[in-house]
T-cell receptor, first 110, second 112 residues
Framework: KAGVTQTPRYLIKTRGQQVTLSCSPI?????VSWYQQTPGQGLQFLFE???????NKGNFPGRFSGRQFSNSRSEMNVSTLELGDSALYLC?????????FGPGTRLTVL | SQQGEEDPQALSIQEGENATMNCSYK?????LQWYRQNSGRGLVHLIL?????REKHSGRLRVTLDTSKKSSSLLITASRAADTASYFC????????????FGKGTRLSVIA
C-alpha cells in the first residue's frame, strides 16, 4: 500500500498570502489529521476529518481551515499568512489507534 | 498545550549503549504511543501500550507504563547510528476518537 502523501513538499510564501496544502491518506483510511510542528511549540494538533466531516479541532485561529473530499483526500488552507505560520505541516491518516504520517510540507513565510 | 513531556530533551550516547527516554503526562489515557522522527520528516509509529499494560517489547524497544505516576519510558537497547532521531510520546484519551497529544520530544544522537 502506498503511504500518506503530501504536496507540495516545500513552499515559500510572503505575509498576507494564502496557501493550500494537500494530503492523500492511505487507501481505506477515512480519518485525516493535520498537525503544525515548530521548534518552539512542538507538534500542535490543527484538526481531524472523518468521512468528510470535521471531527476534532485544535486551538488555532480561523485563518486555518480544512476540508475532506469523498475520496478521503484532505486539504488545509491558511489565509492571511503570518511569519509565525512558518512550520512543518504534517498530515496523518488513522486506522484504529495508529496514525500514519506523511513526509510533511515545509512552509516558509517571508 | 502539550500533554506529554519527554525527558531528557536531548541525549547523546555511543553506538551499542542503551538509550532511555521518559515521558510524563497529565490526564487519564486510553493508550500511549511512541513515534520517531528523522530530520524534520514525518513521524513513524514505533509502539503502542494500553493503559492496562505495564510493559511491552518490540525488537530492541521496550516500553513501560506507570499509570499511577502518569509516566512512560522508552528503552532502546544496543543502539545504532541509524537510531539517531527525535522520539515523541503521544497520549490517546479515548482510543481513536480524539486527537493524539504529543510531547516535545527527545533528540537522540547515537555516535558511531
Amino acid at each position: 500500500k502506498a503511504g500518506v502523501t503530501q504536496t507540495p513538499r516545500y513552499l515559500i510564501k510572503t505575509r498576507g498570502q494564502q496557501v493550500t496544502l494537500s494530503c492523500s491518506p492511505i487507501s481505506g483510511h477515512r480519518s485525516v489529521s493535520w498537525y503544525q510542528q515548530t521548534p518552539g511549540q512542538g507538534l500542535q494538533f490543527l484538526f481531524e476529518y472523518f468521512s468528510e466531516t470535521q471531527r476534532n479541532k485544535g486551538n488555532f485561529p480561523g485563518r486555518f481551515s480544512g476540508r475532506q473530499f469523498s475520496n478521503s483526500r484532505s486539504e488545509m488552507n491558511v489565509s492571511t499568512l503570518e511569519l509565525g505560520d512558518s512550520a512543518l505541516y504534517l498530515c496523518a491518516s488513522r486506522f484504529e489507534e495508529e496514525q500514519f504520517f506523511g513526509p510533511g510540507t515545509r512552509l516558509t513565510v517571508l | 498545550s502539550q500533554q506529554g513531556e519527554e525527558d531528557p530533551q536531548a541525549l547523546s550516547i555511543q553506538e551499542g549503549e542503551n538509550a532511555t527516554m521518559n515521558c510524563s503526562y497529565k490526564t487519564s489515557i486510553n493508550n500511549l504511543q511512541w513515534y520517531r522522527q528523522n530530520s524534520g520528516r514525518g513521524l513513524v509509529h514505533l509502539i503502542l501500550i494500553r493503559s492496562n499494560e505495564r510493559e511491552k517489547h518490540s525488537g530492541r524497544l521496550r516500553v513501560t507504563l506507570d499509570t499511577s505516576k502518569k509516566s512512560s519510558s522508552l528503552l532502546i537497547t544496543a543502539s545504532r547510528a541509524a537510531d539517531t532521531a527525535s522520539y515523541f510520546c503521544a497520549t490517546d484519551a479515548t482510543s481513536g476518537n480524539t486527537p493524539l497529544v504529543f510531547g516535545k520530544g527527545t533528540r537522540l544522537s547515537v555516535i558511531a
